[in-house]
């Protein structure tokens, strides 16, 4: 009887998810990428190193999709070490389970795979994806992410002649592997050895162009470490869009890119026909580190010569009012028909207000980073499965709170909670003298304010409350501050982390949980039936398969709950 019981269940929840995936995607194209994770040689600074290859590519494919497309991505992992991957920006509408960090994944073990279940939905935009685990970043494994708008919404530009990435960021002639230990023995990172474009280095890659045609530059700072300023010489830049907003289409001869962010610019080719420098440059470092990739004119015969024209180093105030100057497109339309101005974020109060302030402490005698002086250690299981399957003593949502604590600093697994639906204002306190940027998975925000100084109720006077960008990567300056407004309708466990990689992992993260108490499909999707497994989760799912099957036979509720409630554990 056991046994069909069981077999019931299976059947029962598999036709049901078919019958709820077919309702809800059907007229969503899927896409299949099958992507094999190995080690190879790259030499991204002229000098031979080990780097994480995606099918023997360095950088790693490019995702181009439209909006609510399903991405269907198949990760063998033939590295010698756990790997996941995560999709920087794509906000796993209702499925956490996706979004491949340490807090809601098992890692793909050595000799294993994965297949993430993904949607761009509701999203236009330029994004990227990243290895998570560990300091995989810096040794490679990254790509980009384009979601491009479906043909019926219109986009407040002409078509491209062309749409090229920029990859870029800094980098470490040493390995990864090195770069870890390093941490773990207490210490910062190194500085960075260079920078380096779409994985080259000096003069390594090329954009050809055509004259009097006009170009879409996606520009990614996919680093580490530090923020860059991009520049094209001779040729200006009109901003388009920032990580899924349509923006005033100002025009910049040069543009700050920080940790984690994205941007696209148009550049038309209206100069004499010649190669330029395409320049990114470190930003608020002591050292400039500087790479150039080449604009090439397809008609040209002259080479680019001398010096590459210079940036902004570390004047913040500039970079400060170009961040400013970023406006949303009020009028224009965003992935649905309605314009991006019709959500009145500025009208909506904010029920709840979270202080989030990032330090440097020592704790047992090692360089650690910390966030409200907690600096953050993953559990053996991940936080989202020992809130699914109810395991006690992973985390508390206690464990930190929701204002700066300025006593000692001490290590815990750091998870702050929140009610589904609500919207809240949150503040990320920067006292240090370092750039801080920072990331929230599963959302984009609205940036409302950012200067300097002590953050208090006052300075939300000077919050833009009408058209300022929706992103998902927002920088604080030095001895600064800077405000969001998001609203938190995405169920899920959601990480906020630092984007300076050594002080996330050394740290500076947390998450934050998102709650509701409804179990529909209409709020969250069930856990998946490929979930990997791993801590205290392991072997857990077969028996409570068993007994939700007794649980719910009698229960009056839909076929698509039940279905629901038995996927979980299939």
């Given amino acids: 009887m056991r046994g069909a019981h069981g077999s019931a269940c299976s059947l029962l929840a598999a036709l049901s998810l078919l019958l709820a995936l077919h309702s809800a995607n059907a007229d969503n194209p899927y896409r299949y990428y099958t ?34 497309d399903n ?62 685990l560990g300091l995989h970043k810096a040794a490679g494994g990254y790509g980009s992410i384009k979601v491009y708008s479906r043909p019926q919404i219109p986009v407040p530009f002409p078509p491209p002649a062309g749409d090229y990435v920029v990859l870029a960021g800094d980098w470490f002639k040493r390995s990864q592997r090195q770069l870890r230990y390093f941490v773990d023995g207490g210490h910062n990172l190194p500085f960075p050895d260079g920078l380096i474009i779409n994985g080259r280095g000096w003069n390594g890659y090329t954009f050809t162009v055509e004259q009097g045609k006009t170009y879409r530059f996606r520009i990614s700072n996919v680093g580490t470490a530090t923020s860059f300023n991009f520049r094209i010489q001779g040729h200006l830049m009109k901003l388009i869009e920032v990580e899924g907003s349509h923006t005033v289409q100002n025009t910049y001869s040069s543009l700050d890119v920080h940790l984690g962010q994205s941007y696209s610019v148009l550049v038309t080719a209206n100069q004499p026909a010649k190669d330029y420098y395409v320049v990114a440059s470190s930003r608020f470092t002591s050292k400039v580190l500087t790479a150039t990739a080449v604009l090439h004119y397809r008609n040209s015969f002259t080479k680019v010569y001398g010096p590459p024209p210079g940036g902004p180093t570390t004047e913040v105030e500039w970079s400060l009012n170009q961040a400013r100057s970023i406006r949303r497109n009020l009028t224009a339309s965003g992935p649905r028909p309605n314009p991006q101005g019709s959500y009145h974020y500025g009208l909506v109060k904010p029920v709840k207000t979270i202080i989030l302030a990032n330090s440097a402490p020592v704790i047992n005698g090692k360089q650690r980073y910390a966030v409200n002086g907690v600096s953050y250690i993953s559990p053996d299981t991940p936080l989202k499965l020992a809130d699914y399957f109810n395991i006690g003593g992973v985390y508390s949502t206690g464990s930190i709170s929701d204002r700066p604590n300025w006593g000692n600093a001490y290590l815990a697994t750091s ?70 407004y998001v609203s938190l309708d995405n169920v899920g466990m959601w990480n906020i982390r630092s984007e300076e990689w050594a002080r996330q992992y050394l740290g500076q993260q947390l998450y934050l949980k998102v709650y509701t108490s409804s179990t529909s499909y209409r709020d969250e999707l069930p856990i998946p039936k490929n979930a990997l497994l791993c801590g205290r989760a392991k072997g857990i799912a077969p028996d409570l398969c068993r007994r939700l099957w007794h649980t719910h036979r009698h229960e009056r509720v839909t076929e698509l709950t039940v279905a629901a409630q038995l996927e979980l554990s299939v």
């Fill in 35 to 68: 992507w094999k994770i190995t080690y190879g040689d790259i030499y991204p600074l002229g000098v031979k190193q080990q780097g994480i290859l995606i099918n023997g590519q360095f950088p790693g494919p490019t995702i181009d999709c439209v909006t609510n």
């Fill in 415 to 484: 998870v702050i909670q929140a009610n589904y639906r609500a919207y809240v204002e949150i503040v990320f306190q920067n006292w240090e003298k370092t750039v801080q940027s920072w990331h929230l998975d599963g959302y984009s925000f609205f940036v409302v304010g950012m200067d300097g100084g002590q953050w208090t109720e006052a300075s939300r006077s000077r919050y833009n409350l009408r058209d300022t960008v929706a992103r998902c990567t927002t920088q604080v300056y030095p001895s600064s501050w800077t405000a969001i």
């Fill in 71 to 132: 991405l269907i991505i198949s990760v063998y992992n033939y590295l010698n070490e756990p790997f996941l991957l995560s999709w920087n920006g794509l906000q796993q509408r209702r499925n956490s389970w996706q979004d491949g960090v340490a807090g809601t994944n098992c890692p793909i073990m050595p000799r294993r795979n994965f297949t993430y279940a993904l949607q761009a939905k509701d999203q236009i935009g330029t994004y990227f994806y990243f290895p998570s």
